[in-house]
């Protein structure tokens, strides 16, 4: 197993590497779209489960929706289709022939023309919008509290594993309520979903706001999103939730008689987050020697390394390991004896410490014969021995222990990397050196944000939720009163 | 609430509307593509835990592989290409722009074209195998046991709800081997956990069997499969499992180095169900007064429905119907009180069978006073009085009881519908009037298979997993000497 190139070195080399060499995932033959192997999946896995509980506990329930989207849906809200448009797989035919020229070769059948194109969907409001004009004539009929496990795709000329990819996999909310303030409450509890989902469950500290205009999803209203910090300094948007108004509504000619009476439109939202969040969680908590990942979600919390020299001592350690693996799966933990005996010890250690494995046990005759084990934490890489009486209680608070640890080191990160400056030389400044969250008041101009964003790469990556006191306040570039007191960043 | 027109007057219509009326599903405006419904789509999520349970504990692991199959990856396995060439959705560009001769309108950039069309995946082997190349090296590197859950778009002209669909749902297992014997292992492992999952979970009786030739999956060796019998006489494919072979080994050139240091192309496997067996659960067990559901598949397995004319009595039994739910819950049992005070009773029991609800409970006045309530079974439609003291467990043990009957009611059912013949006669008069599966002996010949489909539709469903002699027996058509006892039927 080939060394990580250390972070310090090259931060983009290691984390390629480290997605590679843990087995996560890889690139595959298709342009831009990866392979999630199973090591990856498994984490996606323990990420859905969660995610689909508390959805669930909600109000929420699951459909599926096709596909493909026709073009003539697509284009119907404008300003969504002119924001995915750029980036549309479409599909044309329905047939492939045998080419007449080439034996054993294929060719597209150019009389299987669709009459009408087909787009992969890039998200599906569209779709979904067309289906809710059936399901809803009255108030009776809402809300449409509905959520959708799926791929999408959008064509991205410059892709990375799990964070920008061709296909990606991603779970959508889309609900449709009676009144503008049911839905906005219905976006922002979303957002509070997702907060506690990956702050709580990925160990990730996240800040909670409001997209500017021009960051905003095409075709909402209002973009509430949450922000994550990753090592190198730069932000990354974990999730969002959209307030779309009526235009899908007026889109699609979605209306309800109220129980009023009156026909009125349908309002809406749109909410989701993807694979993208295994790459937050690679770049929020891992280290040079490899992945760490949060107990919540590691698909081996503990694993158990015997060393033995000869057939007695393997036979009185083995004993003893399937014994803690008892206790231990009793507790609900899942554990994993690695007894294969074709790999030595210390290559076992590495694999695992790369794996970001939470717990290793190490068993050797000296351990046995003092009833104890050795234990190596992977978040602190912290050694110490502990009774085998009393183990999968010890391991217990040890993982729960480990789980606040990684999530306080990264709020401690985020936080000594929220920068207030009120100067633009002090804004490059922070930018080039610090990295990280610059918090400014901003003048709420697009020409401001852009001109900034030309200058510097960086974006404002939300408005905050929180009371601003503006009052004598401008902004740092333009001079101008500030409208908003805002965070900036370089993102991914 | 429509009446469902009954099975014997249209069982087409009556599925249709079955599916349609249960919320279950319906076709979206996507040509041939459905809209899965909550009520539907839970049905599947309860299939999907139940096989990815089995899947695991038969150690596999889940992974995700692209939606797109490059041309050149698709073709490399020529029956398999051949195969599916005909139905394939391909995409031929990534980009839509404004057409300039109608505003708000795209058109597809024909400044976007691929260079190399993508197949959007009817089956995942080419793409698999392709990467299974890298992965594999040595003996070590196998077996490879994964499965992935994913949609599928094979671009059929007559689709039906859940039963043929443009795109569906599924899970495809793909698995690599060092030998032959290890391989054909797997494929029948795999269809004896379809067949139990399918014969418990779903209690959806079949047989096991081999495909011929002409029936066999393209790019298989052996495909094997399981088959049931719908109400109407008609079979259906419930699930297939292949063996590959070294098929796609060699069309992807994955060769590994044996632990006798040879270099040897490797052993494939793969196996699948999709979304179709919904459609298999409905024809199976449903009557005309709507769906009826196995318990260990309905997402409600109990509803309670409450009676009562004034407050007090309102009062008094949803306390009842409170404490009723606590008890069932506690056994692990789902249960729905239905207390909309906006719908009367007999609207919700129509409702609730129409929906497959297993047991509903009625509670009024008077059942109050004796302490007990109202039962009714939806298999039977059978009622009875049950003392409220002892009733989980009472409820517990009805619905094993109900998940037994409707399994051993569609086993006497399929029983009485296996029919013997030995001449073409016999077996036309069969095929017209009674339906079912048709046991006869076959020459082994494609051109008899293929005479007899022609003239009466009927294929050979499979040749079962079972001793036969076949000592003087000829086949019934042809009257040549037999090779195999078969099952014919016509087959959705």
Same mark, same amino acid.
């Not at 508390?54 to 849906?73: C, D, I, R, W």
């Not at 991205?156 to 594993?161: G, H, K």
């Not at 922002?188 to 990956?198: G, I, N, Q």
């Given at each position: 197993?080939?060394?990580?190139? @250390?972070r310090s070195e090259d931060?983009?080399k ?5 997605v590679?060499?843990?087995g ?18 498994a ?5 859905q ?5 508390? $959805?669930k506990?909600?109000g ?5 929706? @096709?596909?493909f ?5 697509f284009e119907a809200e ?8 750029k980036e549309c ?19 597209v059948? @150019?009389?299987a ?7 992969v969907r ?5 779709? !979904?919008w ?12 809402? @809300?449409i509290? %509905?959520?959708?496990w ?10 990375r ?5 061709a296909?990606?996999l991603w779970?959508e909310?889309?609900?449709?309520h ?5 839905a906005?409450?219905e976006?922002t509890k979303m ?6 989902f ?16 021009? /960051? ?8 509430f999103?949450?922000?994550a ?13 959209? $307030?779309?108004?009526?235009?899908f ?6 209306? $309800?008689t109220?129980?009023q009476?009156?026909l009125?439109?349908v309002w ?7 694979t993208r969040? !295994?790459g937050?969680?690679i770049?929020?908590?891992?280290d ?5 990942l949060?107990?919540?979600?590691a698909?081996?919390?503990?694993v158990?390394v015997?060393?033995?020299k000869?057939?007695e001592?393997?036979?009185?350690i083995?004993?003893c390991a399937n014994k803690?693996v ?6 609900g933990?899942s554990?994993?004896?690695d007894?294969d005996?074709k790999?030595?010890p210390?290559?076992k250690f ?11 046990i ?6 046995l ?6 234990l ?9 021995y502990?009774?085998i009486e009393?183990l ?6 040890k993982l ?8 306080q080191r990264?709020?401690?990160f985020?936080?000594?990397h !929220?920068?207030e ?5 002090e804004f490059?400044?922070?930018?080039e ?6 918090s ?11 001109? %900034?964003k030309d200058?510097?790469?960086a974006? %404002?990556?939300? %408005?905050?939720?929180e /009371?601003?006191?503006l009052?004598n ?5 333009s ?6 007191k805002?965070l900036?960043a370089?993102a991914y």
């Amino acid at each position: 197993m080939a060394k990580l190139t @250390p972070r310090s070195e090259d931060y983009s080399k290691w984390y390629n590497e480290l997605v590679i060499q843990t087995g996560m995932a890889e690139n595959s033959k298709v342009r831009g779209c990866m392979v999630i192997k199973p090591y990856g999946y498994a984490i996606w896995e323990k990420m859905q489960a969660e995610l689909d509980r508390m $959805f669930k506990e909600t109000g929420h329930q699951n459909a599926y929706f @096709p596909l493909f989207v026709p073009k003539s849906l697509f284009e119907a809200e404008e300003k969504n289709a002119e924001g995915f448009a750029k980036e549309c797989a479409v599909v044309t035919h329905y047939r492939l022939k045998n080419d007449p020229e080439n034996k054993g070769k294929l060719i597209v059948d @150019p009389e299987a023309k669709l009459e009408e194109e087909l787009v992969v969907r890039p998200t599906s409001e569209a779709i !979904i919008w067309s289906t809710y004009k059936n399901w809803i004539q009255s108030y009776r009929d809402l @809300p449409i509290l %509905i959520n959708q496990w799926a791929n999408v795709v959008r064509w991205e000329m410059r892709t990375r594993l799990f964070l920008r990819t061709a296909e990606f996999l991603w779970q959508e909310g889309h609900t449709a309520h009676a009144t503008k303030e049911e839905a906005m409450e219905e976006a922002t509890k979303m957002l509070d979903v997702y907060t506690r989902f990956v702050e709580n469950f990925m160990a990730i500290p996240v800040i909670q706001g409001a997209k500017t205009e021009s /960051e905003r999803f095409a075709g909402a209203e209002e973009t509430f999103c949450i922000e994550a910090l990753m090592q190198d300094g730069k932000a990354l948007q974990a999730g969002t939730s959209h $307030f779309l108004g009526q235009n899908f509504a007026k889109a699609f000619d979605v209306k $309800f008689t109220s129980n009023q009476g009156k026909l009125e439109y349908v309002w809406a939202t749109s909410w989701g987050v993807s694979t993208r969040l !295994i790459g937050a969680l690679i770049m929020t908590h891992s280290d040079d020697s490899g992945l760490v990942l949060p107990p919540n979600l590691a698909p081996i919390q503990v694993v158990i390394v015997p060393i033995y020299k000869n057939k007695e001592q393997q036979n009185a350690i083995f004993e003893c390991a399937n014994k803690i693996v008892d206790g231990l799966q009793k507790e609900g933990i899942s554990v994993k004896f690695d007894d294969d005996d074709k790999v030595k010890p210390g290559w076992k250690f590495n694999e695992y410490e790369l794996k970001g494995v939470p717990l290793r046990i190490a068993i050797g005759p000296r351990d046995l014969e003092n009833r104890q084990v050795e234990l190596v934490r992977r978040d602190t890489l912290e050694k110490s021995y502990e009774k085998i009486e009393g183990l999968p209680m010890l391991i217990k608070s040890k993982l729960t222990e480990i789980q606040q640890n990684i999530f306080q080191r990264a709020l401690d990160f985020r936080n000594q990397h !929220i920068t207030e400056v009120s100067t633009y030389e002090e804004f490059k400044e922070v930018l080039e050196n610090k990295g990280g969250f610059v918090s400014a008041y901003w003048d709420g101009s697009a020409e401001t944000e852009e001109k %900034i964003k030309d200058d510097t790469k960086a974006t %404002i990556r939300c %408005i905050p939720f929180e /009371e601003v006191d503006l009052k004598n306040k401008t902004d740092f570039y333009s001079g101008q009163a500030a409208k908003y007191k805002v965070l900036f960043a370089k993102a991914y």
